[in-house]
């Protein structure tokens, strides 16, 4: 049984910042890729940003700049620092794991409202 939980989600004004945090866990467990998508109302989930087990990262292009992804191999946890946020980036964001043995899980998603 592999959990995939997030956090770090919520109310922040235009210009602000917020890090939401991921973390995955299971008995047959190892963290390859990680990544971060968001899905607002009425849109397609749409990736945000990726992170490989080696720490190479890719951004969407509406959040370069803005956006940084980390992760710890040894916690399995994967982070995303989000900085001058626009009204646009409200949405569910959802964490995703690869599994190293196997499989693909997400979380149950985090809101992030982002006030203009």
């Known amino acids: 049984q592999v959990q995939v939980v997030e956090s770090g989600g919520g109310l922040v004004q235009a210009g602000g910042s917020l890090t939401l945090s991921c973390a995955a866990s299971g008995s047959i467990f190892r963290a390859n890729a990680m990544a971060w998508y968001r899905q607002a109302p009425g849109k397609q989930r749409e990736l945000v940003a990726t992170i490989t087990r080696g720490g190479n990262t890719n951004y969407a292009d509406s959040v370069k700049g803005r956006f940084t992804i980390s992760r710890d191999n040894a916690k399995n946890t994967v982070h995303l620092q989000m900085n001058s946020l626009k009204p646009e980036d409200t949405a569910v964001y959802y964490c995703?794991?690869?599994?190293?043995?196997?499989?693909?899980?997400w979380g149950q998603g985090t809101q992030v409202t982002v006030s203009s």
């Open positions: 995703n794991a690869d599994n190293t043995f196997g499989g693909t899980y």
